[in-house]
């Protein structure tokens, strides 16, 4: 199958990537399985070192798998990669590509002619993206200039400029502060809308920002798939109760009355309400009420009224997708970055004071 | 690229903005391509387009900085001035011929040259690679030759200003006098020798990916001896057997000595072969050091696939 119009947008099969090293060699995959329908926004959420990385440059070409094969829209990456190359882009968080010396406009005209862009249509995608990503004031602004967030902006107008049917993005939020992660995430999300049918392969340790994007994520770990869904399915694999916020007026006798009701797992005084279950009246009392199902919701509120209680705000909690990260893992994303940098692949420490290559003149 | 395809089913044409996309967001839409597989499978002049504008567009940012940053002119214009200063003042004390005065302005132009290929050359795929480039150049369709090419003509425009501004000032403030009589041999010396020297330049760029970090001391320690047994500031012949393995080996030797017979006829032999025979070696050696650049860059592409560390930033 050689780019097959009913070709996935990306098909790994049994994918390792073991890297030579001292003392032992390092496994960053250890047979990943997945599979991307056309058009779709995938993510890869986990720790640093769980594998993201490794697996987005096989992807892309640029590394081979030890064992496994990869295709992209039927295109096999390894021994298609032209094919592939022309119809893919990739940015990468803290990107710092390209020349100092150069203009936002200049610069991104030059890569446009690396992908098949020709010179007057290349300026003519260069104006437009500019000014789609937010930056026509910055045009004429020498790239060692720009700040982080606009530099990101920039990578992001480059990775548009071929047009890529399949969009790779490497935590492209890293490093950024809060307002210029969300405009990021605004530019990819105009971007699908604009042009539907792209599939994004989008890789990040926020969870908030996969959980906010992605209609499918698959969870990875130490270079292994733990589980793939949408973000809802992924939180229904741990929600195997109801669990709501309660928050009354009062509450005579405390949570304990509640937690004896048919249908209640527990009820238990959020942290900031008083614990004290003698204390006659209280006031504003935050529940947090465990059901085994919805339905008990209706007994509980009964019972309230003949407590005496009055609602002040119910909201059902959702487990986040660390919630689900910590079921499946048994530990945390922090808990794990220590566990996972030893499953790192060595890496030579940066020179610093290393020139702009076309500025050392 | 814009070649009609079979849409795939399920997906709109890439192209078409749907109707409910908003105007503002009708920038993100670029080429339209009928699908993934329509926009993979391009035409033989697609390919070489996109190589060709490749070229042009590695070769932009070199030529834009000649005008971004103009510190160039005392650095690479006016010091190298210097230095040939003072040996045509060493000449001139000795009472050398007055070829051996051309003999070093034609050296001092040169020095341009050899300099932007060994370090603007044979050490930029590395600075690429820690710039986060090389990954870029290596993911985008075009063949990374192009990327050497570019590199190499950008590079040529950028030294030919500087060789040509130090040739002119030099030859009218110490009076040289040539006397050419094969202006047709000595353009095709000239280009030959550029074309060998920028090849040398792009082999030497992936060996020094594959080498690391010891490339940078390869290239100081490249510079120095290579301006010595290249003869840059006297006649390579008087080096006897040196002299003779650095013409059949280095292309700046070979290149200088030929243009230094072609300029400056008068001068009789130089104990050297004859320019259309140098001029021959200057092919030979174009030839093999352009084939032994696309191999090697091939191995190492090959090679950091393997390996993941060539091209991924500071690995």
Sequence with gaps: MSGSIQAPAIDARGITRVYKAKPKDVT????????????????????????????IKILTTLLLPSAGTARIFGFDVATETRKIRRIMNMVAGGEQSGYGILEAREQLWM????????AREGWRRVDELIDAVGLAEQRNQRVSTL??????????????????????????????????????RELIVGWRAAVPGRTVLLTTHYMAEADEL???????????????????????RVQRESIFRLELDRLAGGPGGL?????????????????????PVRQAVVINLVLREDSALAGVVAALDGLGAHIVALAKSEPSLEDVFVELVGRGFDDNEEAARSNEVPVEPHEAGQPDPEEKR | MAA??????????????????????????????????????????????NNLHSIVGRAYPRVRGLT??????????????LTTSSFVFVYRALDAPAAYIGFVVIGGAMTAFWLNVVWMMAAQLYWEKDQGNLELYFAAPMNVMSVLIGMAVGGLVMSSTRAVAILFIATFVFGVSFSISQWGLLIAVFILTLAALYGFGMMLASLFVMWGREAFHLTQLMTEPVYFVSGLNFPVGRLGFIGALAIALIPLAVGLDAMRQLAFVSTGPTGTPEPWIEALILVAMT??????????LHSMEERARREGRLTVRWR
């Design chain 1, 28 to 55: 960053a995959l250890a047979g990943i399985d997945l599979e991307v329908a056309p058009g779709e926004f995938f993510g890869l959420l986990g720790p640093n070192g769980a594998g993201k990385t490794t697996l």
């Design chain 1, 111 to 118: 890569f446009s002619q690396f992908y098949g862009l020709g």
């Design chain 1, 147 to 184: 700040s982080t967030g606009q530099r990101q902006k920039m990578n992001f107008a480059r990775g548009l400029l071929n047009d890529p049917w399949v969009f790779f993005l490497d935590e492209p939020t890293l490093g950024l502060d809060v307002s210029a992660a969300r405009s990021v």
């Design chain 1, 214 to 236: 992605c209609e499918r994520i698959a969870i990875v770990d130490r270079g292994r798939i733990l589980a793939i869904g949408s973000p809802a399915e992924l939180k229904r």
């Design chain 1, 259 to 279: 937690a004896r009701l048919p249908g209640v797992v527990s009820a238990v005084a959020a942290l900031n309400a008083p614990a004290d279950p003698d204390a």
């Design chain 2, 4 to 49: 009609p395809g079979v849409a795939q089913p399920g997906l709109p044409a890439g192209g078409s903005p749907p109707p409910s996309a908003a105007p503002g967001l009708r920038a993100f839409v670029g080429r339209p391509t009928a699908s993934p597989q329509a926009a993979a499978n391009w035409t033989p002049r697609q390919v070489w387009a």
């Design chain 2, 68 to 81: 971004r940053e103009p510190s160039w002119i005392v650095f690479q214009m006016l010091l190298p001035f």
């Design chain 2, 287 to 296: 030839v093999v050091f352009i084939g032994l650049a696309r191999w090697l």
